[in-house]
């Protein structure tokens, strides 16, 4: 009996082209890659920051650490972002890329909304977030918040202080703009003492009613008339029966 062997051709030989054009693909990939990748093309030309009046927009540029030799369509921009952000006054950053290479840097900035005095007497002015923005305090149209504690906070650090988150907390539930109010600060007894815009000092007591206690004020100064200029301090602690204290009459 005759037996036929039938030989199999080797895979290998069969896919030998496949592996021939896998490996050129993948050269052709990585040589493109590195071409883009190295292309003179897309080196940083311009840098444009945009949004910026408080900020120096020489600081914005120093801080984004951008590399010109970087292909600007490989960089992390989210890094770039963050070193942006890390300026005090900075809120936001954006970055947008345009071809071939351009950077466009946008910033909202921070605005100030209080200052803060500590029992050291050191200055400090704040915005919203309590983030500081800047040591001292050279605007005269945001209110100042006077603190018993001692802060030592750098520039770009928020401000966790208990006793200013309070203080922080009564002045919005009062809507205390700076055309109202100059200053809120706690007696040594933790009850809240609010300045007026006219050096009349509100006493207000604890937390509890402060609008209420507030539209007491106005027409007790108002039916005082010409006594008004006199008064010292308006003590609302106790709503039912508050009391004004006017200034001792200067000495003759």
Request: aromatic share 6%.
């Amino acid at each position: 009996m005759k037996r036929t062997v039938r030989r199999k051709r080797s895979t290998l030989v069969r896919l030998r082209p496949f592996w021939i054009v896998g490996i050129f693909v993948a050269g052709l990939s990585v040589w493109a890659g590195i071409s883009f990748a190295n292309a003179p093309a897309f080196r940083l030309r311009t840098l444009d920051v945009v949004g910026v009046s408080r900020v120096n927009p020489n600081d914005v540029v120093r801080r984004a650490a951008i590399d010109g030799q970087e292909n600007v369509w490989l960089l992390d921009t989210s890094a770039i972002v963050a070193r942006v952000e890390a300026i005090p006054f900075v809120r936001k950053a954006y970055v947008t890329r345009r071809l071939p290479a351009t950077i466009v840097l946008e910033v909202v900035e921070r605005e100030p909304d209080a200052c803060v005095r500590d029992a050291a007497g050191r200055m400090q002015t704040i915005d919203r977030d309590l983030r500081v923005l800047e040591t001292g305090c050279d605007s005269a149209h945001v209110l100042t918040y006077r603190l018993r504690s001692t802060l030592g906070r750098q520039p770009g650090a928020y401000l966790d202080d208990s006793e200013l988150v309070k203080l922080e907390r009564d002045a919005r539930s009062l809507d205390a703009g700076p055309d109202r109010f100059l200053a809120f600060a706690d007696d040594r007894y933790g009850q809240l003492v609010a300045t007026r815009r006219d050096g009349v000092e509100i006493e207000f007591g604890d937390d509890a009613d402060l609008g209420r206690k507030e539209s007491l004020v106005g027409p007790i100064i108002t039916a005082l008339g010409p006594r008004a200029s006199s008064i010292r301090a308006v003590d609302v602690r106790a709503p039912a029966t508050p009391v004004v204290e006017f200034r001792a009459p200067p000495k003759r």
